[in-house]
């Protein structure tokens, strides 16, 4: 069986990674494609893999019509021929498989994506979703009658790989760290995601890290943006000289920083779920309702949401915990995922 996984982000391709593993082991080929966009060569490099890289980030919202219509174009011509296609919703690759009569799996976590999910989930043959995302957000995109292709897990995507993750300091120490030394990871907002209506947080970003410094931490900054580099260059140019402030120059992975940092503020909600999920004290001022997030609180991860009005708030509040143990007894979806593809394969399900 070929399946075929398209990964927009990050997190995407940890999740391809892992899927593909996982898939060989049980004889199964993947081909994986990918976006210019954030780390995401870099994590599937991570595992020993590579995918084929097709189109850039969007931008204004006629430059993501034209950049997606474009890409679904490029994708059509890689993949050519495939059993099973697998995304966390990327509408270029649904497009292709529905179009090609191919079934398709859709994964979500992202119930607040109204765009995405419009155009993904009515045409998806599965959809996989944490339990935690409330049925009626689900259903609400779901054909009247299609219920039963809906399926829930209780765990969180993220568990894919916290739950196979293994320390080594050696990725820190790269950065100039000092063993046993006290830092904390910052990662900006996603301001230009579709589904981003908030409007840019800079002022707030700048506030916390300069709090972060007051508490005699290192900061790592991740910027999502060119526009966000140019900030954190700006306004705080003394402590990147003085290596107080530190933008990573290489590619690093984000669950070792994660793992022996002191705390992760991030305005998304993936790495503050990873980090908390390892134990450690995270704080997401992602501004609406991340259910995943609530989740993970109640299984006892050292998470904190708060609105961005309220970052500083609950960073102070995230300090006062105690790093813990990793998060245990959550599902891991990676079976389901691979079972419900040999399912669609064994069925003869078209899209």
Known sequence: MLIWFDALTAKQARIASILALEGAARGHRFLITCRNYDYVVNVLSMYGLSGYCEGEHGGDVRSKLINGLTRSLRLLDLVKDFDVHV????????????????????????????????????????????????????????????GSKVKFFNGVFEVMWVYRFKPNWGEVRQLGLRDGEDYAVFRFEESKAAYYTYGEQASIAIKAISMLLREGLKVIVFPRYPDQRRLIEDKFQGELNKGLV????????????????????????????????LGVPSVSYFPTTYYTDRFIIRAGAPLVRVKPSRLLQGIRKALGMRKEGVVKGLEDPTSLILNEAESLINTGVNG
């Open 87 to 146: 995304s966390l919703t990327s509408p270029e690759a649904f497009r292709v498989a529905f179009g090609l009569g191919k079934p398709s799996i859709a994964l979500t976590d992202t119930a607040h994506a109204y765009h995405v999910n419009k155009l993904t989930l009515p045409l998806a043959s599965r959809v996989i979703a944490p339990i935690a995302i409330p049925r009626r957000k689900i259903m609400a995109y779901i054909p009247h009658g299609e």
């Open 246 to 277: 530190i933008i990573p120059s290489k590619p690093v992975d984000g669950l070792q920083l994660a793992h022996y940092s002191r705390i992760v503020v991030t305005g998304g909600s993936t790495f503050a779920v990873e980090a908390a999920l």
